[in-house]
């Protein structure tokens, strides 16, 4: 059995995102790499970015303990450009 370790990536805000895009002109597409384990960018999928919106979580407030929904902006990647095999999964 491998050994186990904690993974606690640092998520980023809005704020972190517009810092990170701050002078890049408007038409810059933005890539997405996914890893392929946690932690593990060796040989990430790259994606591209298509949707942003915001997405409600525990819409009964149950997680939270608060009423009401919670919501979190979500951005929505899929396989970038390209020619694909129709039975690629």
Do not use: C
């Not at 525990?58 to 990647?77: I, K, M, N, W």
Request: a negative charge; proline letters at 9%; charged letters at 25%.
């Amino acid at each position: 059995m491998a050994d186990m370790f904690d993974h606690n990536p640092q998520v980023w805000t809005a704020g972190r995102l517009r810092e990170a895009l701050a002078g890049l002109p408007d038409e810059t597409p933005i890539h997405v790499g996914v890893a392929d384990g946690p932690g593990d960018f060796e040989g990430y999928g790259e994606y591209v970015l298509v949707d942003a919106e915001p997405v409600e979580l525990d819409t009964d407030g149950e997680e939270s303990g608060e009423p009401g929904p919670r919501v979190q902006f979500t951005l929505f990647a899929d396989a970038k450009a390209g020619v694909y095999h129709p039975d690629m999964d």
